[in-house]
């Protein structure tokens, strides 16, 4: 029997706003190397959870563990060992492409020489090494897109938190942005992400569908489409955020 | 013919300093079409929805709207279209209500008059019509600027973006809504980043890096695919992925859903060859189907 090793458990995660209960008693486990993808309806509550499970909202009751932290108790650890990045604001557009990276790399503290040594290798990686000294702002989405989930990475956290990461991005860039996400599940990072293209749903190891704060269904995106008689997560979605 | 195109562009180009946002853009929209503009972020949708709204100049070529000139006969033009920008473009300081009898009031309109075109959608945000339109939601907010671009009875529509970062059932929701206008008799320039928007279309424009793609309906888009496509799945997509950028036939090889787009050097694949080499790649559970090509796998193919 191979260990298990969750990184994100839920249970019964819950957040209210007065009479309103925008998250309800959500409860779910994430597995080291998985990708989950985290959809829903917009207002569903997504966003409030995740807002959770990163450790910048604290929750009403129930309970959560994100890379070894309980999000309670010990919310700044878990902001020093997850990556987050978001399609609204991942980057600083007026600073240089190593700039950004010795910045976030400073944040997360990581030392002057192990910066330059993951700058180096990160801009060798993403072939930017003409664009290195160039402002981010002139960077075009895609490429701002995929530095800026390689800078989310850049303490080798355990987990990666993406919000909608490829709003907008051209469909060969958004292949190669989940192809490196596959890379990283790869090699053990765990990746929750949440999107509005059901394509990318299909890519999830596992996901959860959000309707009205609760889970509705959390299965493997092969098992969600049998159980629903379906041929894609689109109809999957449909049925469901509809019901 | 020529009479019904409502319209017309020619060899549109805009730059921002070196930046070519759009380089001898063409096309027309006939009375009445649903025309999709389909293209990523930065590819020179806005730039070209302001020249056509008369908020832009282009630097070179000629365009109108319904046989207005957009240089010479800009005020027709305000008057005669509705646009709903990309970036929210209602008073978050107004509630729903105001914010709509504003735009009625600056065309010289009241909402009652025109209250029929937009009765559908407006009905579902008018229980929260004393809201401040900041407070919406998303989905609410897109409704209320719909409803606020066609007030004054417009008769073509331009949306920019309109479903961006909605989910996939308010998406689908806001295109039947588009689908009724356009039974009313409304010419529509819509545009979207969501490549399975453009089958919706009559006709679609295919548009990255300021240059047109290609034109035609969704239909042709799709078979302009010049080869065999086949969707490949094995028991661990990852290596299925790596393997076929490996292989030596390989033309594409792209994640599509669950499965990976393949297609060959030659027009169509030795099947036999290809599993073979696979299962010398430690795949297992492969198989190979020949598939209908998307319009996004078409995207893919035409981009330089």
């Known amino acids: 029997m191979k260990h298990i090793e969750w990184v994100i458990e839920v249970s019964g995660l819950t957040k209210t706003f007065g009479d309103f209960t925008a998250v309800d008693a959500i409860s779910f486990k994430v597995q080291k190397g998985e990708i989950f993808g985290f959809l829903g309806a917009n207002g569903a509550g997504k966003t409030t959870a995740m807002k959770m499970l990163i450790g910048i909202s604290v929750p009403t009751s129930g309970a959560a563990r994100v890379a070894g932290y309980d999000v309670f108790t010990e919310s700044e650890k878990v902001k020093k060992h997850i990556g987050y990045m978001s399609q609204r604001f991942a980057l600083y557009d007026d600073l240089t492409v190593k700039e950004n990276i010795a910045f976030f790399g400073g944040i997360y503290g990581l030392g002057k020489d192990r910066i330059q040594k993951k700058s180096k290798q990160l801009i060798e990686e993403l072939g930017m090494e003409s664009e290195a000294n ?76 959000m309707v009205n704060g609760a889970i509705e269904a959390l299965d493997a995106p092969h098992r969600l489409k049998e159980k629903f008689g379906v041929e894609s997560m689109n109809e999957v979605f449909l049925k469901l955020a509809r019901a | 013919m020529q009479n019904n195109w409502d319209i017309q562009v020619r060899q549109i180009s805009k730059s921002y300093q070196k930046v070519k946002a759009l380089e001898g853009i063409s096309f027309e929209v006939a009375s009445g079409e649903l025309f999709g503009l389909i293209g990523p972020d930065g590819a020179g949708k806005t730039t070209l929805f302001r020249i056509l709204t008369t908020l832009l100049l282009a630097d070179q070529g000629e365009a109108s709207v319904q046989g207005n000139d957009v240089v010479a006969h800009y005020k027709t033009i305000r008057r005669s279209v509705g646009y709903m920008p990309g970036r929210f473009s209602l008073y978050h300081d107004l509630t729903v209500e105001e914010n709509l009898r504003f735009f009625a009031t600056i065309f010289g309109t009241t909402i009652e008059e025109n209250y029929h075109l937009i009765k559908d959608i407006y009905a579902q945000i008018e229980p929260f019509k004393k ?174």
Not at chain 1, 150 to 174: M, N, Q, Y
Not at chain 2, 147 to 155: D, E, R, T
Not at chain 2, 226 to 232: G, H, M
């Open chain 2, 131 to 304: 809201r401040r339109a900041g407070n919406l939601s998303g989905g609410m907010k897109q409704k209320l600027a719909l409803s606020c671009a066609l007030i004054h009875k417009p008769k073509v529509l331009f949306l920019d973006e309109p479903t961006t970062g909605v989910d996939p059932v308010s998406r689908k929701e806001f295109w039947e809504m588009l689908k009724k206008l356009q039974e009313k008799g409304i010419t529509i320039l819509v545009s979207t980043p969501y490549m399975d928007e453009a089958a919706l279309c009559d006709r679609i424009a295919l548009i990255q890096g300021g240059k047109i793609l290609s034109i035609d309906t969704p239909k042709a888009i799709q078979s302009q695919f010049p080869r065999k496509l086949y969707a490949l799945s094995a028991h661990n997509r990852y290596l299925l992925l790596e393997a076929l950028k490996s292989y030596e036939n390989t033309k594409s090889a792209f994640p599509f859903g669950a499965f990976v787009h393949y297609s060959d050097q030659k027009d169509s694949a030795d099947l036999d060859v290809l599993k073979t080499y696979l299962e010398s790649k430690g795949l297992q559970d492969i198989h190979i189907v020949e598939t209908v090509p998307s319009i996004e796998d078409t995207f893919m193919e035409l981009v330089p």
């Open chain 1, 134 to 209: 160039s402002l981010v702002r002139s960077l075009p989405l895609g490429w701002k897109q995929k530095l800026a989930f390689s800078v989310a990475l850049l303490h080798d956290p355990k987990v990666v938190f993406l919000d909608e990461p490829t709003g907008g991005v051209d469909p060969i860039t958004r292949r190669q942005f989940w192809e490196m996400i596959y890379k990283a599940a790869h090699l053990g990072t765990t990746v929750f992400v949440t999107t509005h293209y059901m394509d990318e749903a299909e890519y999830c190891d596992r996901v959860s569908m």
